[in-house]
């Protein structure tokens, strides 16, 4: 009986800490590359992401809009007691360039017996230019707002990356803890299938005499500990396979549940997966999306700051129009018909104190220097944050490896207290202590694999390069 006993308590022991053996149709594996697979094609923040693209094309397809050529008609006529006091008809097409040049043409038809003197009676036709040499010369808001709206397009699809940077760590992180609280609820469920048989086996030798009353009491005490375990664990994965779920969507943006069949990569999440050198790492963050997001919005605000010291310069603008008879009908265009066909004027403002100017120019030139700010924190924080995750990640490591040989001695101790208590030489106690400190130390090994695969990610996360 106790030769039988040792066997079966040696055997069970093995088993616990062996992979399950499942039926293939029973179970099936969910990677973690299926599965960010599928959060990176139909999650609605990746999809949202990509519309804030696709509102950023919209911006600049409205910013373009202030170079579309204009069609202005001005039309009036004015009949009173049978008389036409006048009768106007001036349509106007203005072309907007990237230049500060506008260029205008039109035609007139003009009569009555009361038009303005500026007016010219009949039909004529215009062909003009305005330029502007002060304000406006270099940068105009028409100009800025197209420059901007290109820097924006860009600056927002880095925000995507970033978006989708956050999205992807969330999504690593509540996998492993989903592998995590599946390898606890395993783990519990062998302690406990060891501690029943174990049980069982008492039970019989009480009834045979060879075992005491008190030891089916300690073993059956055991067995309901490890229910209590067992419990708390399954409670945990089905809420981790819950969390899991939030990231599945079908690609009409409808959501839909994990399958109770879906099992993690329990193999890859014991790996001890490398992540190359810190200095190398550290060098990733210089390429994170963040900055490169900051480093557009400072491109945009340049684009401001130039803007804003057009303020300080007078707006000065030449006007100047060739005319003729008629439609489009000039005779003999040369140097004598410009010289008694034409019309030209001059545009001229300036603010004395130019303090508005002053005070705008003055404000872009601080926002420049406090976004410029903050993005050198932001990426001194993004590179220590690399060093950071990285000490964690090698510390973890180091951990996991000396749980490893202690996993051994451990598993080593039990066997001899097993062994010893089948020869009479131990108790059931000693047995469940040892076989308990076992068992602590397997779920401190799960708990510093979770927080390893989560370090491994923080560092691509932090470099951010979860594409």
Not at 142 to 155: G, V, Y
Not at 390 to 413: D, K, P, R
Not at 414 to 433: P, R
């Amino acid at each position: 009986m106790q030769r039988f006993l040792f066997i079966l308590l040696l055997g069970i022991s093995f088993i616990c800490f062996c992979p399950a053996i499942t039926p293939a149709q029973s179970l099936q594996l969910f990677t973690p590359e299926t599965f960010i697979s599928l959060v990176k094609a139909t999650h609605p923040v990746t999809r949202q992401a990509g519309i804030a693209v696709d509102k950023a094309n919209a911006e600049i397809l409205s910013a373009k809009g202030g170079f579309d050529p204009v069609l202005d008609v001005d039309a009036s006529r004015k009949t009173f007691d049978g008389k036409n006091y006048f009768n106007y008809y001036n349509p106007e097409l203005k072309i907007a360039t990237p230049l500060p040049i506008d260029i205008k043409t039109g035609i007139e038809d003009n009569g009555g017996g009361s038009l303005s003197s500026e007016a010219s009676k009949g039909q004529s036709s215009y062909l003009g230019v305005e330029l502007a040499l002060g304000k406006g010369f270099l940068i105009d808001k028409r100009r800025a707002a197209l420059k901007q709206a290109k820097l924006f397009k860009s600056q927002t699809e880095q925000e995507r990356k970033v978006t989708i940077n956050n999205l992807l760590f969330d999504a690593y992180t509540d996998y492993w803890q989903w592998a995590g609280a599946y390898q606890q609820y395993t783990v519990f469920n062998r302690f406990l299938d060891i501690s029943a048989n174990r049980l069982r086996l008492i039970r019989i030798g009480f009834k045979n005499g060879e075992r005491s009353l008190m030891d089916t009491i300690e073993a059956f005490t055991q067995v309901q500990n490890y229910q209590l375990l067992q419990a708390d664990a399954k409670l945990k994965w089905l809420n981790s396979t819950l969390q899991i779920s939030n990231y599945l969507w079908l690609n009409d943006d409808s959501a839909y549940m994990l399958p109770k069949h879906f099992v993690p990569d329990t193999a890859q999440f014991a790996m001890l997966q490398p992540v190359g050198s810190v200095d190398a790492l550290a060098q990733q963050a210089a390429f994170n999306p963040i900055l490169k997001s900051y480093e557009y919005k400072l491109n945009s605000l340049e684009v401001e700051k130039k803007l804003k010291f057009q303020s300080l310069l007078p707006y000065f603008t030449i006007k100047g129009n060739v005319l003729s008879k008629n439609y489009y009908k000039p005779k003999g265009f040369d140097v004598n018909y410009l010289e008694n066909n034409y019309k030209w004027g001059v545009d001229f403002k300036l603010p004395l104190l130019i303090r508005e100017g002053r005070g705008d120019y003055k404000k872009a030139q601080l926002k420049i220097k406090e976004t410029s700010l903050e993005l050198e924190n932001k990426r001194w924080q993004l590179e220590n944050k690399v060093r950071s995750y990285y000490n964690e990640n090698t510390a973890l490591a180091q951990q996991l490896s000396t749980t490893n040989g202690m996993y051994n001695n451990y598993f080593a101790l039990l066997k001899n207290e097993e062994m010893k208590f089948t020869q009479g030489e131990s108790s059931i106690f000693l047995v469940n202590s040892r076989e308990t400190k076992l068992l602590e130390l397997v779920q401190k090994q799960i708990e510093l694999r979770v927080k390893f695969q989560k370090s491994r990610y923080a560092i691509d996360w932090a470099a951010g390069i979860l594409q």
